[in-house]
């Protein structure tokens, strides 16, 4: 008995010893074959066209427009783009000592172009200090405005981002943008 476990022992060793280096010569000659290249026509490129994209902010008051502002910017499908515009004003925090706030408009929008659909996602900040008299006489007071979303635009379509009310007024604020497509 011990004659037959030894030749299955050794029959054995021998097969998986014959596998295995199989398997190795398998995953080395696997491993030397040159990399099968897509044929020319069948690349998935991404294709980039420019717009520009057109915002106004409008203050409304009863339905009606009573102040309006123009932004523009030019961007690339799959990228984005920012606009700031404001000013740097020094607040004092302790004796001596001074940080600036950022007090302006910060636009940002990025462009995705999915399935011949183009999906625009938008930021609008606006911020202001208040006049003296209607907030604190120490220190300054911040009104702030913020809409931000993404939606499906249309080529030369206006839609509307949002719509927000201001709190210390009977006012609202609404961004509309349009996206053109540059030839």
């Known amino acids: 008995m011990s004659r037959k476990k030894a030749a299955c022992f050794i029959l054995m060793a021998l097969l998986c010893g014959v596998r295995a280096g199989n398997l190795s010569a398998q995953d080395q000659n696997t491993a030397s074959k040159p990399v099968a290249k897509e044929p020319e ?100 007071v911040v009104r702030q405005m913020k809409i931000e979303g993404s939606t499906i635009v249309m080529n030369d379509k206006p839609i509307v981002m949002g719509i927000v009310d201001d709190p210390n007024s009977k006012r609202q604020f609404q961004l509309e943008v349009t996206a053109t497509k540059l030839k």
């Open 41 to 140: 026509g069948t690349r998935h490129e991404v294709t980039i066209e420019p717009y520009r994209l057109d915002f106004l902010i409008s203050e409304m008051e009863d339905g009606k427009r009573i102040n309006s502002r123009q932004y523009s910017m030019n961007l690339d499908t799959n990228d984005g783009n920012e606009i700031k515009i404001g000013t740097r004003v020094p607040v004092d925090t302790k004796d001596g000592e001074f940080q600036y706030l950022d007090v302006g408009i910060n636009l940002f929008a990025r462009l995705f172009e999915r399935n011949g659909q183009l999906e625009l996602t938008a930021r609008a900040e606006s911020s202001s200090l208040v006049p003296p008299g209607q907030g604190s006489e120490s220190h300054p």
